[in-house]
Each structure stands twice: as structure tokens, then as C-alpha cells.
């Protein structure tokens, strides 16, 4: 009788150990699909590269850029963050004849590029980092 007890619990226990990993693999294939970045596209983009960790909120790992990006607190930002350090319309990106400029859009807390805080419209280069509150992105451009 223990014998059969003991195969029983063998079973058990293996079965318990693949669902585990396969409910592992499962979120590991949710978490890439929802990085629904194509990376053929050629326009700008922002990449999130520093975040607070204990953010109540989730943040996309991409932005787009198209003719305008706007960043604040309202709802009706293409990137709205629930920060209390954010204000209600943060800053904006304004494509221009393929050049993409950066404008803080008289914010509280200001905004930064490459650690200088910016006080009126500037250029965007490849690789510049903008930084509002704990956050920071990464600007691309093909």
C-alpha cells in the first residue's frame, strides 16, 4: 500500500512541476508578444530605458513618433503617465522636415535632455536621453 501511495505522489508532484513550468513559458511568451515593436519601420521612436520600479502604472517599452508625440499627466497625451511629478502636458516631440525637436511645454519639474534641463525648443539627435521624474527614454532615430 505504500508503494502505490508513494508512485501516486510521484505522479503528482511531476505533473504539479510541468504545469509550473509551463505556465512559466506561457508568460514569458505573453510578456514578448506585447512588445509589439516593428522594428522594419524607419520612423523615430522613444525607448524606455529607467523607470522607478514600484511605478503603480505600467509603461510601454516603445513610442512611435509620427508628426507629434505629446507626454504629460492628462488623459489626452499620446503618453500619459499618472506621476504626480508630471504635469497635466509635459513636453512635446514635432517632427519637421525629418528633424524631431523636443519642447517642454512650461511644465513644473521641467524636462531634460542628456541631464541639462531644457528651457526652449531643441533638436533631437539619435541617441539623446530625455528624462521626466524617475523616468527616462531613449530617443531613436533611423
Do not use: C
Request: charged letters at 25%; hydrophobic letters at 40%.
Amino acid at each position: 500500500m505504500f508503494n502505490i501511495l508513494s508512485l501516486v505522489f510521484k505522479y503528482i508532484f511531476i505533473i504539479i512541476i510541468y504545469l509550473f513550468i509551463f505556465s512559466i513559458i506561457r508568460l514569458i511568451y505573453l510578456d514578448i508578444g506585447n512588445m509589439n515593436y516593428d522594428d522594419t519601420d524607419n520612423s523615430a521612436y522613444l525607448k524606455l530605458i529607467n523607470k522607478m520600479e514600484d511605478l503603480p502604472y505600467k509603461i510601454s517599452e516603445y513610442y512611435t513618433i509620427d508628426e507629434k508625440l505629446t507626454f504629460g499627466r492628462n488623459q489626452s497625451n499620446d503618453i500619459y503617465i499618472k506621476d504626480p511629478f508630471v504635469s497635466k502636458r509635459h513636453f512635446q516631440i514635432i517632427e519637421d522636415e525629418g528633424d524631431y525637436y523636443l519642447e517642454d511645454l512650461d511644465s513644473a519639474n521641467g524636462t531634460y535632455l542628456n541631464q541639462e534641463k531644457i528651457e526652449d525648443v531643441v533638436k533631437l539627435r539619435n541617441g539623446d536621453i530625455i528624462k521626466i521624474s524617475n523616468i527616462e527614454f531613449l530617443f531613436v532615430n533611423k
